[in-house]
């Protein structure tokens, strides 16, 4: 059974920097595509980070790009996204999921496993 719980979350001010945490078992292998979404009011949830087989690759969302680092400890079965330069628009829940396979797929209808999200509120 794979769960998923991140941590992290908080409110900061505009510039402020945040880390999340989404602690992981029974993750499928260590090759699984695992990202990291954030959903804001009456929008879907869109992909942010992206990490595979032990960050042999990653990618990021260009509205993050250069702001967000996303990195895995394995020894804490933790899965991390390093915010910063945060931006009032960066708002929202944010939710890490995982799927089988390498492969990185764009919507979040591909992945069935997720957290229950921790809410991140960037004020001006």
């Known amino acids: 059974q794979v769960t998923l719980v991140e941590s992290g979350g908080g409110s900061v001010q505009a510039g402020g920097s945040l880390r999340l945490a989404c602690v992981y078992s029974?993750?499928?292998?260590?090759?699984?595509?695992m990202q990291w979404f954030r959903q804001t009011a009456g929008k879907e949830r869109e992909w942010v980070a992206r990490?595979?087989?032990?960050?042999?690759?990653?990618d990021y969302h260009a509205s993050v790009k250069g702001r967000f680092t996303v990195s895995r400890d394995n020894a804490k079965n933790t899965l991390f996204l390093q915010m910063s330069s945060l931006k009032t628009e960066d708002t929202g829940r944010y939710y890490c999921?995982?799927?089988?396979?390498?492969?990185?797929?764009?919507?979040?209808?591909?992945?069935?496993?997720w957290g229950q999200g921790t809410q991140v509120t960037v004020s001006a």
């Open positions: 999921a995982v799927r089988d396979g390498d492969f990185c797929y764009t919507p979040a209808s591909k992945y069935p496993y």
């Open positions: 029974g993750v499928l292998d260590s090759n699984s595509c």
């Open positions: 990490y595979v087989d032990d960050g042999r690759f990653k």
